[in-house]
């Protein structure tokens, strides 16, 4: 159980362009996910908590323009870069929470590159 | 000071050996730990799940929690060359603050386990 997958697991898009990522909780209801960015030999940096139905909270420094965050229903949350630039380009990956406690369950994760 | 610190290793070690993985925080609201393990280019797995102090055991893996010291534990037993992976603890706080649902995490420690 407790199952998250994202989609797509990776892409490559041109600088200019948008790029929407998928996640899903397969086999629970969520009514919170998050969304964090990894860069290479890092830890994981929380970029926006997403709620069913309300606006996304962002973490500081993140452009809520530029990351789109759409939690249209209990098992799906999306992620939209805007205008995608080099820098964008990064490992994102998505997690849902699990009930009222702490637990989080992680999805595999989506690979971004931006030519 | 970081909230969470986490010493980045690298851990390596022979087949069969136990391995301890450690963590210290500063917050004394967290009440929710986590350890979940990341192999390269993934999103985490979800390890263990612990609320307060005490220990959790999962069948090779033994997660302690000690609220007094700060200070949270996995143990593997028995490790096996495919536990070779990042491991990251994580902790939040409980409903009604501001950092509910948050994780916090360590920088992650890699393992490798050589046969």
């Known amino acids: 159980g407790a199952v998250v997958s994202q989609h797509p697991s990776r892409v490559i898009c041109k600088s200019g362009t948008s790029v929407k990522i998928e996640c899903r909780s397969l086999?629970?209801?969520?009514?919170?996910m998050f969304w964090y960015r990894q860069f290479p030999k890092q830890s994981l940096m929380l970029m926006a908590t997403?709620?069913?139905?309300?606006?996304?909270?962002?973490e500081q420094g993140v452009e809520k323009d530029k990351f789109l965050i759409n939690h249209a229903s209990l098992t799906l949350s999306t992620l939209t870069v805007t205008s995608a630039h080099p820098e964008d380009s990064s490992f994102y990956i998505c997690s849902a929470r699990l009930g009222g406690g702490g637990e989080q369950y992680f999805g595999p994760g989506t690979r971004l590159t931006v030519t | 000071q970081k909230e969470v610190e986490q010493d980045p290793g690298p851990l390596s070690v022979p087949e069969g050996a136990i391995v301890s993985l450690n963590c210290t925080y500063s917050n004394s609201a967290f009440q929710y730990f986590m350890w979940y393990r990341q192999y390269s280019r993934k999103g985490p797995e979800l390890l263990m799940y612990?609320?307060?102090?005490g220990n959790k055991e999962d069948g090779r893996f033994t997660a302690q929690v000690d609220k007094s010291s700060k200070y949270i534990s996995l143990f593997i037993r028995d490790s096996q060359p495919s536990d070779s992976a990042t491991y990251l603890c994580?902790?939040?706080?409980?409903?009604?603050?501001?950092?509910?649902?948050?994780?916090?995490f360590g920088q992650g420690t890699i393992l490798t386990v050589h046969p």
């Open positions: 086999d629970f209801q969520a009514t919170t």
């Open positions: 997403s709620n069913e139905g309300s606006k996304a909270t962002y």
């Open positions: 612990t609320y307060s102090s």
């Open positions: 994580a902790m939040s706080a409980p409903p009604g603050g501001t950092s509910y649902g948050k994780l916090t």
